[in-house]
């Protein structure tokens, strides 16, 4: 996304205009309702419509939200909506999987705050690969985290700079650590800036892809009223950009969003940041990208714990081309990384929205 100075250069009345067609206060104050609304805490005895509500606060890759639940007698079905995946960025459908998985996790850590420890298994019959959420009775764990479901975020704005310390980063580790999952801690300097580098020609190859800016700025909820109104999509607010009538975001978009512009973005967040977390699934697949969006979302949840911030990078990933030089960078020739996520700290940005929860549901 642009920043507010990049917007200013190049529309210089982008702030007159947010004012003058209602884009300011008002439409903010609705947007932050209906944000807090959908992340209200579980009530005392949640139900599966509970959990489920939960479980779609996961994060996912452009808040595309591809994901479909189907409810039976004590167990939640969890399957891919393949009607929302984005293939200039996700040709394979790999980062669909990697959602479900943080869904999945979400669902069993508040099922297991609430008493309902949850089993979890991936099928898969003929086409169809499914999670299947089996939900028992027990004391209630996992609260810490689960409080944490509601408060978690992709921060995409800057952080603080400061280094993250060394008690934190053995609860983040454990935190991620997994069954089939390797997850790379880099907090060096040197091995960030290698990082970095991957980052901004990844990104510069993505920038190059029209097919790819062009499926990204369609996922774009340039003001409050349009974020509300699809309950998906990145609203510009969430990444510290203004909020503009839809016209108008458009029309600057073509003219601001560079790959130079954002590759000075993109290096100034890294330098920011405290270090990065690389998740490699020991399989290709599926399954096993699922595995991946579980350690990732427990780390994201123990960092919202520790007031730890994170933000995903995942253009070295993405890129095919690129992708086999940043494994044997990493030491894993042969093998394909998952995600790439910074971490530091720095104040929350606005939250994003999802879908009521009758949407998802089959």
């Not at 009345?13 to 209602?22: E, N």
């Not at 990204?216 to 909020?243: H, M, Q, V």
């Not at 990732?296 to 990078?313: D, K, N, P, S, Y």
Request: aromatic share 8%; with cysteine.
């Amino acid at each position: 996304m642009w920043s507010r100075r990049e917007f200013l250069i190049a529309g210089g009345a982008a702030t007159s205009i947010a004012a003058l067609s209602g884009c300011g206060g008002s439409s903010m104050n609705s947007y932050e309702r209906a944000a807090s609304a959908i992340r209200a805490p579980l009530p005392s005895e949640p139900g599966l419509l509970d959990f489920v509500r939960f479980a779609t606060l996961a994060p996912n890759s452009h808040n595309t939200q591809p994901w479909k639940f189907r409810l039976g007698a004590d167990a939640i079905d969890i399957l891919p909506d393949f009607s929302r995946r984005t293939p200039a960025v996700d040709p394979d459908d790999h980062h669909i999987f990697v959602t479900l998985g943080c869904a999945a996790e979400n669902l069993l850590i508040a099922a297991n705050a609430s008493g309902r420890p949850a089993d979890i298994r991936v099928e898969t019959e003929e086409t169809e690969t499914r999670i299947q959420v089996s939900l028992g009775h027990a004391p209630a764990r996992d609260q810490e985290l689960c409080n944490a479901i509601p408060a978690r975020q992709s921060t995409r704005s800057d952080y603080d700079g400061e280094d993250v310390g060394a008690e934190d980063l053995t609860q983040l580790r454990r935190a991620a650590s997994m069954p089939g999952v390797q997850a790379i801690f880099l907090t060096e300097r040197p091995k960030l800036e290698a990082v970095l580098e991957f980052i901004v020609q990844g990104n510069s190859a993505q920038m190059d892809d029209p097919a790819f800016v062009r499926e990204l700025k369609s996922w774009i909820r340039f003001n409050a009223g349009s974020a509300i109104e699809t309950g998906d999509g990145l609203f510009a607010k969430c990444s510290g950009n203004p909020a503009l009538p839809t016209w108008a975001g458009r029309f600057l978009f073509d003219r601001v969003f560079t790959k130079e512009a954002e590759n000075k973005k993109y290096t100034r967040q890294m330098r920011s940041s405290a270090g990065v977390v690389v998740f490699a699934a020991e399989t290709d697949g599926p399954e096993g990208w699922i595995q991946v969006g579980r350690s990732f979302e427990r780390f994201a949840l123990q960092a919202t714990v520790l007031g730890i911030r994170h933000a995903h990078m995942n253009m070295p990933i993405e890129v095919a081309e690129l992708r086999p030089a940043f494994a044997d960078w990493l030491g894993m020739p042969g093998r394909r990384p998952n995600l790439v996520i910074r971490f530091g700290r720095t104040a929350p940005m606005p939250m994003s929205m999802r879908r009521p929860v009758d949407d998802v549901i089959v």
